[in-house]
């Protein structure tokens, strides 16, 4: 499949129930981590996998554009950060 063809494809359930949670997580009554597990059966790390296709998939700007623009942004931070912190290292 082309990027082209991704483009045309709409999200699946699963991928729409990811964006509604991180859409809203921060409003339940319990620990991120357990709600990710329960909800999605996976590990914490496999579901931030999931997160970050969900995000680069064109269809999910069409679905929630503030919701992925908030995920791209902090996905950016986090590795402006890890590259920041690499360099430090390397000159120490």
């Known amino acids: 499949m082309s990027s082209n063809d991704s483009a045309h494809q709409p999200l699946g359930e699963r991928e729409l129930a990811i ?3 991180e859409a809203t997580w921060f409003t339940l009554d319990e620990d991120r981590h357990e ?9 914490v790390e496999e ?3 999931e997160v970050n296709r969900v995000i680069d998939h064109p269809a999910s700007m069409l679905e929630d554009p503030l919701v992925v ?3 791209r942004r902090q996905r950016e931070r986090r590795r402006r950060e890890l ?3 690499a360099a430090a290292g ?3």
Do not use: K, W
């Open 19 to 21: 964006l509604r949670f």
């Open 35 to 43: 709600a990710i597990r329960a909800r999605f059966t996976c590990s």
């Open 47 to 49: 579901y931030n996998l």
């Open 69 to 71: 623009r908030r995920l």
């Open 83 to 85: 590259i920041g912190g």
């Open 90 to 92: 390397e000159q120490a």
